[in-house]
């Protein structure tokens, strides 16, 4: 029930997903936002990598030169960047801050250094982590989609042996074993946080002004009597 002096205002949160290659955080996310078209906001970042087969401008990435990439980091236009694989990948700055300001929940699907940054720069931001049961279930998955031969797998596994080593600094780890589970462990991860005390201040503490006006006007009855 949200009453008329309900004191209830939602504040927008960044969450955070990252995951090895192959640990289906992409596939978690396209079924998330479309389980729950009006209550997430996905993050496009720009990248210099070459658009792959099925992609389009401005729906997966933007796609920009290694120029206008730099630009933009001299522009100051990202909220953070990094490098992966060999290229630039960044999250615009001002959607993010827009969707935050309107109160909104929006999610960066980027990778280990880049989510630290983000962490670094919002403190209350939350960090998903989303990983296969096993590696080997990890080195499957990569070689049964077939797009990649012996030597980008191998390079694949070896990033994700690095990035394994900064998972302590996450939030919550995601189990992506069945996809349907991943995605509502997802949701209720996001959605439980926002009634975390600690996201709550504003509302405890008009609580604790209300409730001491009440209580001093109260006394002053009281005096009256
Ligand atoms: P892919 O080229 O396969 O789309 O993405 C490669 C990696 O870059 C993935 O781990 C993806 O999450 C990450 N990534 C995508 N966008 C960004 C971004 O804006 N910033 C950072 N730091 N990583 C990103």
């Known amino acids: 029930m949200e009453g008329e002096k309900s004191m209830k205002s939602r504040t927008g949160m960044i969450t955070v997903l990252s995951g090895f290659s192959g640990a289906g955080k992409g596939t978690i996310m396209k079924h998330l936002l479309n389980a729950y078209p009006d209550m997430y906001h996905l993050s496009i970042s720009a990248t210099t990598r070459a658009m792959r087969l099925g992609e389009e401008e401005g729906r997966e990435y ?14 100051g236009e990202f909220l953070e960047h990094a490098t992966f694989n060999g290229n630039s990948y960044g999250t615009p700055k001002s959607y993010v801050q827009q969707l935050v300001d309107e109160g909104k929940d929006v999610i960066l699907e980027i990778e280990v250094q880049g989510a630290l940054q983000v962490k670094k720069q919002f403190p209350d ?92 006007a109260g006394e002053k009855k009281g005096d009256a009597q």
Request: a negative charge; charged letters at 25%; glycine letters at 2%.
């Open 62 to 75: 933007f796609f920009k030169t290694p120029e206008e990439f730099e630009k933009m980091v001299k522009n």
């Open 125 to 216: 931001s939350l960090l998903l982590f989303v990983t296969p049961p096993s590696a080997s279930v990890l080195q499957e998955r990569l070689v049964g989609r077939g797009t990649e031969d012996d030597e980008a797998i191998r390079q694949r596994l070896a990033i994700s042996a690095k990035e394994s080593h900064l998972m302590p600094q996450y939030d919550y780890l995601i189990i992506n074993d069945v996809l349907d589970d991943a995605v509502a462990e997802v949701h209720h991860i996001i959605q439980s946080e926002h009634y975390a005390i600690q996201r709550n201040n504003d509302t405890i503490l008009d609580m604790q002004t209300q409730l001491a006006q009440f209580a001093s």
